[in-house]
């Protein structure tokens, strides 16, 4: 596994007195240096640019002030023109009917205890109500398709351990990708910056990672970076992913977390992958000093931070993970690349039409065939397995306005 320092990045000899006690400064102050940093950054932005890269006019996909982040369209061949159109008998009214039927798309994953993806199941095993009230399953099959990804990465100079997790994490994700997956990386620190568009070029990948060398900036607005990446991925066509590398804080973005609570609710088709960084930090500072006030104060930021990623990846049918040592990202990774490629796909026509904008809650169930028990898998020795199931816990209704 390749290391930061064999792609140029230098690595800390230890988690020294001083740095501890910067960190209960920061702590401690937080007020006073959120406005230092942001006065700090209206200075270094006037005299620093990030280079934004842009892709060709032909890529399509939602454009920004940062980039454009799209997966290059494969020409379109010219449409055949459509069958005429039978002519009204004398004494008809000319009119039309439409109908627009609700249909609700979910992907489901049922893992063994140990993470693998269970194969073989059928739609009589799933049992899905909404808001209580079992669903009629119309559409329902397994698939393995290639990865279309976003990496999010936190890259700020709050803390150099976080930043060193951070990069282990990105590269580790990297070597797993394989010629078929798409990925674009985008990296944030007071705003995001889109490093690489969607690109199935692996050295494009390690090449965008190679540039995040120094950080300019302190703040972490992952509010802010999350809701601007679901708005650029939203209308890509296809499922989605989110994966998501940061320390969880987030210290000045606009968007408060109600709203990007909502924005994660309210987007279809994109699954979210959260890690989070600097635990084995946060354990050795809370062992040496946790009697501190200060440091009980500061633990209590980031277990908050560390619910806020699981939230996210709860919300959307996909997993946190707090790993401790560099040598779990490899598992993790594996882990959450096969959750990418397999999964069951079920969709139906909701009982309750109303198109009202409404929240609906999901549950999803693995029962025996004509029956509410539930489902006993084994394994080829006889063993009963353990399973989990993850999917959306639900879904915002569409609001049509009369």
């Known amino acids: 596994m390749k290391t930061l320092t064999s792609h140029g990045i230098y690595r800390s000899t230890g988690v020294g007195l001083a740095l501890t006690l910067a960190v209960l400064l920061v702590a401690s102050a937080a007020p006073i240096l959120a406005h230092a940093a942001q006065t700090q950054g209206q200075t270094q932005t006037s005299g620093q640019q990030k280079p934004q890269q842009q892709a060709p006019p032909e890529a399509g996909g939602p454009q920004g002030d940062v980039g454009t982040i799209a997966i290059p369209k494969k020409t379109q061949e010219e449409a055949p023109p459509p069958p005429p159109r039978p002519k009204t008998p004398e004494g008809m009214p000319d009119y039309s009917l439409s109908v627009d039927v609700p249909i609700v798309s979910m992907d489901v994953i049922v893992s063994s205890k140990d993470g693998h993806f269970v194969p073989g199941l059928k739609k009589e095993h799933f049992r899905v109500t909404e808001?209580?009230?079992?669903?009629?399953?119309?559409?329902?099959?397994?698939?393995?398709?290639?990865?279309?990804?976003?990496?999010?990465?936190?890259?700020?100079?709050?803390?150099?351990?976080?930043?060193?997790?951070?990069?282990?994490?990105?590269?580790?994700?990297?070597?797993?990708?394989?010629?078929?997956?798409?990925?674009?990386?985008?990296?944030?620190?007071?705003?995001?910056?889109?490093?690489?568009?969607?690109?199935?070029?692996?050295?494009?990948?390690?090449?965008?990672?190679?540039?995040?060398?120094?950080?300019?900036?302190?703040?972490?607005?992952?509010?802010?970076?999350?809701?601007?990446?679901?708005?650029?991925?939203?209308?890509?066509?296809?499922?989605?992913?989110?994966?998501?590398?940061?320390?969880?804080?987030?210290?000045?973005?606009?968007?408060?977390?109600?709203?990007?609570?909502?924005?994660?609710?309210?987007?279809?088709?994109?699954?979210?992958?959260?890690?989070?960084?600097?635990?084995?930090?946060?354990?050795?500072?809370?062992?040496?000093?946790?009697?501190?006030?200060?440091?009980?104060?500061?633990?209590?930021?980031?277990?908050?931070?560390?619910?806020?990623?699981?939230?996210?990846?709860?919300?959307?049918?996909?997993?946190?993970?707090?790993?401790?040592?560099?040598?779990?990202?490899?598992?993790?990774?594996?882990?959450?690349?096969?959750?990418?490629?397999?999964?069951?796909?079920?969709?139906?026509?909701?009982?309750?039409?109303?198109q009202d904008g409404t929240y609906r809650k999901l549950k999803v169930q693995l029962v025996a065939p004509g029956t509410d028990k539930p489902l006993m898998l084994k394994d080829e020795k006889g063993k009963e397995i353990k399973y989990q199931i993850i999917a959306r816990e639900g879904y915002t209704a569409k609001h049509q306005v009369e």
């Open 131 to 354: 808001d209580g009230v079992p669903q009629t399953l119309n559409n329902f099959n397994q698939t393995e398709a290639p990865i279309t990804a976003v990496l999010l990465i936190e890259f700020s100079n709050s803390n150099y351990r976080f930043m060193e997790d951070a990069l282990n994490s990105a590269y580790t994700f990297a070597e797993g990708l394989k010629k078929e997956d798409w990925v674009a990386v985008i990296e944030f620190d007071m705003k995001p910056y889109i490093l690489v568009d969607f690109t199935q070029d692996k050295g494009k990948v390690f090449g965008a990672l190679n540039m995040l060398r120094v950080p300019g900036f302190s703040e972490s607005n992952l509010f802010d970076a999350l809701y601007d990446t679901l708005d650029r991925v939203e209308a890509i066509p296809g499922r989605k992913q989110i994966v998501v590398v940061a320390s969880g804080r987030d210290t000045f973005s606009r968007i408060t977390y109600d709203k990007i609570l909502k924005k994660v609710k309210d987007t279809q088709g994109v699954t979210i992958f959260t890690v989070s960084t600097g635990r084995a930090f946060l354990e050795s500072v809370d062992a040496r000093y946790g009697s501190d006030p200060r440091v009980r104060e500061a633990m209590i930021d980031y277990l908050q931070a560390d619910n806020q990623m699981n939230t996210f990846a709860k919300l959307t049918g996909g997993r946190w993970y707090n790993p401790r040592m560099t040598g779990e990202l490899r598992g993790i990774f594996s882990d959450i690349a096969g959750t990418m490629r397999n999964q069951y796909t079920l969709s139906y026509h909701p009982t309750n039409t109303k």
